[in-house]
């Protein structure tokens, strides 16, 4: 049986046309393609508040994808926005936390991209940098200016790490973020690094598979050159497992 991936949907407010504002449920598709190249199902987990109906859809999957997206909201690890702060939905971001923490509650391989791997930090009791800015010696460009599927920097895992047996010492990654880990929430280690120090993934400790890396190796996959694949197909390991 191939096992079922939801990837949490995101909203798109639309601009013009004749529909000016309506919010439409979406999900990237390099998302979809990524889950379909590894032998997975994909299902995307329309955003709602009602807990009921999240944990009715949290309970039909073997896997979950936190996908990318807004801002997270800085009210969420008791801080004010500061000037560096973009577009917040806060009820996306409750739809995350809910979302998490039913998947969790019930053991489910966990893999969250760029604002997901940021939102798994915030669900544990995080926080964020709002903007790299703030951290002091940072000086690489984590906003890239080329193709999603190209690399742009290299990041260096922790031996023992489940990504150090994924890709080695060090991989080349995309970078499409803003923010970044400051506080670690409760059980999650810093596993991956930048060359200027910035956290470029996480896992928390005492799960199979609850892991959240800030780049999109979604993104990636498509690129013959890239080794981002094996991510997905470790995941999928995991969400096979009865």
């Known amino acids: 049986m191939r096992p079922v991936i939801g ?40 955003m709602n508040l009602e807990e009921e109906i999240i944990a009715k859809q949290i309970s039909l999957l073997d896997g979950l994808i936190l996908s990318g997206g807004f801002d997270v909201n800085p009210l969420l690890y008791g801080e004010q926005p500061s000037k560096h702060q973009d577009y917040t939905y806060p009820e996306i971001d409750e739809f995350y936390l809910k979302s998490i923490n039913f998947a969790l509650d019930k053991n489910i391989p966990i893999l969250g991209i760029c604002k997901g791997m940021q939102m798994l ?33 290299s990041v260096s895992f922790n031996k023992g790490s489940k990504l150090y047996k994924i890709f080695g010492e ?35 400790e005492g799960k199979d598979f609850v892991v959240g ?17 094996k991510l997905f197909e470790e995941f999928i390991k995991f969400a096979g497992r009865e």
């Open 170 to 204: 060090k991989t080349f990654i995309n970078s499409y973020h803003h923010q970044c880990v400051k506080k670690l929430g409760q059980g999650l280690m810093a596993v991956a690094f930048s060359d200027d120090n910035i956290v470029e993934a996480i896992e928390l």
């Open 213 to 229: 890396v800030q780049w999109h190796p979604e993104m990636m996959v498509q690129n013959p050159k890239s080794n981002m694949i």
């Open 7 to 46: 990837v949490l949907g995101n909203i798109l407010i639309m601009e013009g046309g004749i529909l000016p504002g309506i919010e439409r449920a979406y999900v990237n598709y390099d998302y979809i393609d990524a889950i379909i190249k590894v032998g997975g199902v994909p299902y995307i987990v329309p």
């Open 121 to 153: 930090n915030v669900a544990l009791g995080g926080s964020l940098y709002q903007d790299i800015s703030q951290v002091e010696g940072s000086y690489i460009k984590h906003v890239q200016s080329a193709k999603r599927s190209t690399p742009t920097h």
